[in-house]
């Protein structure tokens, strides 16, 4: 298991909170302010407890997560479904004029209500509800077992329910990273800015890459005044408009002074970024001093936010940016249903085929509590340290850029070819290398099959056993293609991820999965990756997409909110 992390004392002391900045808006209609503050989380305040908790008289339910290994509390998301006859609970803020799970609200000291349960800050707090029958359950991410439990609140006085989660997914030597992260800065969201980071910490998430529209958030100090900073580091990014769609920047130059974090200054501000198209955009964030890893962002995002829709490319076209920017987002929240990741990896495998190298990544894109919720999906990096106080900016771009990474919503793989980890160049001259995959993931996630592609093509599936731990560990000698070559790994299950804990959005559509970034073959050793694959375009992997006839409640919302039409050309190029 990873070395321990322990919390500051601070946070222990009960109801601690971060006075979090909170920025709302989408255009000038709404009514946040620049320096507007949130509700506290600490307390309900003047907001009152969302109505339909019902109760009175004093009753609730305490709750309190352990680490199962030290005792010590630590932060956790409980999702809590009323069992008939109790009337169903929204743990929601009833004041909010921006909808469900938008804001982030204090029901309680050290709890925060969201539409389907809340999130602890400690671990420790005590929810009001109205006498009746509850289940429970508890969790701190992917890489920990769950508690799940039926409760019974009593017509007075509390319930109790204590729950040791223990951390069965072994992932030394990697952290846990949202890349892709919405705060109330960000004129398409209204998340404060504690809120953002208590809905990260509670589900594992080690690393917290900020990426507001056009603007620079730091979340580091809501981390330390939170008493998370031996949990986790947030980083600055940067979600950027382009001509033809979106991408992510991480990490970029941050000035505390500036109202946008200093972008302006570096001319990255919406007025700007928006007439530049792919690749000058790509080429000249990487000139920033930061050194930052450039992302495409949902590159097929409909109706009009993803780069190869708003492009019109599909494979076996070259794509004219191949090559300029680093990564991709393989699984983003608001597509991870099966079939549009079948498409986005038919993408990518004629990317690595055709010899370009770059990297896949998981990240949430999430807004609010509600629809997508932070760290799903996530992506895990292979890093130098595992110690959030220590850690560098600098070495999340270049886990990155070198594809140290595994994207997943849920399980955990590890895939090495003759020791050689993911994102690493190994020589092999002999035509035979030994390969050594690992599979695992909580017993609340399903996991079922393990699939290797070699070159885009499959060349073996095989089932995942529920009865050890890790699920799978095989080590064996397969046949290489002649020539440099490359290799990935996939981990997937048949029962969908649960709505409550990754979001409403494609519910009961989202099936587990985790893919490894490549392992990268010098078949010929001349010490340089070139890849001479004659056919690079595997053919489709799975169902066409297919578009909906109606936009979805995310897509109205965007609409709403996205100031440029990327599918009309003409607002593409200079002003």
């Known amino acids: 298991m990873k070395e321990r992390r322990r919390l500051s004392q ?22 946040g302010t620049a320096d507007g503050g949130g509700p506290d989380l600490g307390a309900a305040g003047d907001l009152g407890l969302a109505g339909d908790l019902g109760g009175g008289g004093g009753q609730g339910l305490r709750l309190v997560v352990l680490d199962d290994e030290s005792g010590a509390p630590i932060p956790a998301r409980a999702i809590i479904t009323a069992v008939p006859p109790t009337p169903a609970v929204n743990f929601d803020n009833p004041a909010s ?73 072994d992932t030394r030597g990697w952290l846990a990273a949202d890349l892709h992260v919405h705060t109330g800065r960000s004129y398409d969201s209204f998340m404060g800015l504690a809120s953002r980071v208590v809905s990260e910490v509670s589900v594992g998430v080690e690393l917290i890459v900020t990426t507001d529209h056009n603007i620079a958030s730091d979340l580091q100090p809501e981390v330390e005044a939170l008493g998370y900073g031996p949990l986790a580091r947030a980083i600055v990014g940067d979600e950027f408009n382009f001509a033809e769609g979106h991408g992510g920047v991480y990490p970029v130059p941050y000035d505390p002074a500036a109202a946008d974090g200093g972008l302006t200054a570096l001319a990255l501000n919406y007025d700007t970024v928006r007439f530049i198209r792919g690749g000058p955009m790509f080429d000249r964030l990487h000139q920033l001093p930061t050194s930052p890893a450039v992302t495409v962002n949902h590159p097929r995002l409909p109706p009009d936010l993803g780069y190869y829709l708003n492009i019109g490319w599909a494979p076996p076209a070259t794509l004219p940016t191949a090559g300029q920017f680093d990564a991709f987002e393989l699984l983003n ?21 055709s010899g370009t190298r770059v990297a896949a990544l998981g990240s949430s894109d999430t807004h609010r509590l509600y629809d997508v919720k932070a760290g799903f999906p996530r992506t895990w990096l292979r890093v130098p340290t595992e110690d959030p106080t220590v850690f560098a900016d ?22 090495m070819v003759d ?157």
Not at 521 to 528: E, H, Q, T, Y
Request: aromatic share 8%; charged share 20%; proline share 9%.
């Open 10 to 31: 601070s946070m222990w002391r009960y109801g601690v909170l971060a006075a979090g900045v909170w920025l709302s808006g989408c255009g000038p209609d709404e009514t």
């Open 97 to 169: 004029t921006h909808g469900v799970g938008a804001d982030g609200y204090g029901i309680a000291p050290g709890v925060l209500g969201a539409p389907e349960g809340v999130l602890l800050l400690t671990g420790d707090g005590t929810v009001p509800l109205r006498p009746g029958t509850y289940d429970v359950m508890l969790t701190h991410g992917p890489e920990w077992e769950a508690v799940t439990e039926r409760v019974t609140v009593p017509a007075e006085g509390l319930a109790m329910l204590q729950g040791r989660l223990w951390r069965s997914v």
């Open 333 to 353: 929240g608001y597509m991870s249903e099966p079939a549009q990741v079948a498409v986005l990896l038919r993408d990518w495998f004629f990317l690595l085929s």
């Open 394 to 415: 600098g070495e999340l771009a270049a886990a990155v850029k070198t594809g140290r990474a595994v994207a997943s919503n849920g399980p955990f793989v590890q895939l």
């Open 419 to 575: 020791g050689a980890q993911v994102g690493d160049l190994v020589r092999n001259g002999t035509g035979v290398a030994t390969l050594d995959l690992l599979v695992d993931a909580p017993g609340w996630i399903d996991v079922n099959t393990v699939r290797l592609y070699i070159n885009g093509e499959k060349v073996e599936e095989y089932p995942v056993s529920r009865e050890t731990r890790p699920l799978s560990h095989r080590r064996w000698r397969r046949a290489l293609p002649g020539g440099d070559a490359w290799i990935v790994a996939t981990a997937s299950g048949s029962q969908p991820l649960p709505a409550a804990l990754i979001g409403e959005h494609q519910a009961g559509q989202v099936l587990p999965l985790a893919v490894t970034n490549p392992v990268y073959i010098d078949g010929d050793g001349d010490g340089v990756w070139r890849p001479q694959i004659a056919q690079p375009d595997p053919g489709p992997l799975g169902p066409a997409l297919q578009l909906p006839e109606e936009p979805s409640a995310h897509e109205r919302t965007l609409e709403s909110c996205e100031p440029p039409l990327w599918t009309d050309p003409s607002t593409w190029g200079t002003p």
